[in-house]
């Protein structure tokens, strides 16, 4: 019964070459969430979709971007992936955006570039 | 300044025992929310407990429960009878407002260990 699945689960990539990497949830929520979290840091907020409604970071730097096609599914595109972009990348989801939404959190993709 | 902080980058338990990890925030607006997560060691970020900004009682949630001290501007977290499998990152985040409340800011996480 997962509810946000993200695959892959390890993607490594090699420098500059273009990754996608995916998220879908079966919770039917409205808010879809990509996060970037560096070792022992805390996770950083990329950008959110409210519906079709794309919400961009203003320090997201212009080599991520999203799609999200669908209610279910959310893609994280980065162009041209360098080595500071190792990290782990969360997807997440809220009913809506209210204060007291819970985010419900997949288990993550780890990316390494090489 | 922060909006987050989490002073304490390691903490030790003894099994059973009750441990609190600590939580500070900064925010101007009236209206928010605080959420504590915890981390595993495989990834995957799992919601604990909530609690907002007006509501009048310390949210609880089984062995958590969340010491909130508003003129303070702490939500301190307090798990009781501690297990093995409590040992993970903790993450305490906030949203605020309104129009900002799709974004959560989270601290730079507690490691707790818990020792047999």
């Known amino acids: 019964d997962a509810m946000v699945i993200q695959n892959p689960r390890y993607q490594v990539t090699q420098f500059g070459k273009p990754v996608t990497l995916s998220c879908s949830q079966t919770l039917n929520h409205n808010v879809m969430y990509w996060y970037q979290q560096k070792s022992s840091q805390a996770p950083k907020l990329l950008f959110h979709?409210?519906?079709?409604?794309?919400?961009n970071e203003a320090d997201t730097p212009d080599n991520f971007q999203s799609r999200r096609p669908n209610t279910s599914f959310c893609f994280l595109d980065i162009r041209s992936p360098g080595l500071g972009d190792a990290a782990m990348y969360l997807c997440?989801?809220?009913?809506?955006?209210?204060?007291?939404?819970?985010?419900?959190f997949g288990p993550g993709t780890r990316l390494l570039v090489l | 300044a922060q909006k987050i902080t989490q002073t304490q980058p390691g903490m030790f338990v003894q099994e059973k025992e009750a441990v609190t990890l600590d939580c500070t925030y900064d925010?101007?607006?009236?209206?928010?929310?605080l959420f504590w997560y915890k981390q595993p060691s495989s990834g995957e970020m799992i919601f604990l407990i909530y609690q907002g900004s007006y509501d009048q009682q310390n949210a609880t949630e089984g062995r958590y429960s969340l010491n909130f001290q508003k003129a303070r501007k702490s939500a301190n977290l307090v798990i009781s009878a501690s297990q093995l499998g409590d040992s993970a990152m903790y993450f305490c985040a906030m949203r605020e407002g309104v129009t900002n409340a799709g974004k959560s800011t989270f601290g730079d996480g507690t490691t707790l260990t818990v020792k047999p």
């Open positions: 979709y409210y519906d079709k409604d794309f919400n």
């Open positions: 997440a989801t809220s009913r809506d955006k209210g204060l007291g939404e819970t985010q419900y």
């Open positions: 925010t101007s607006d009236p209206s928010y929310g």
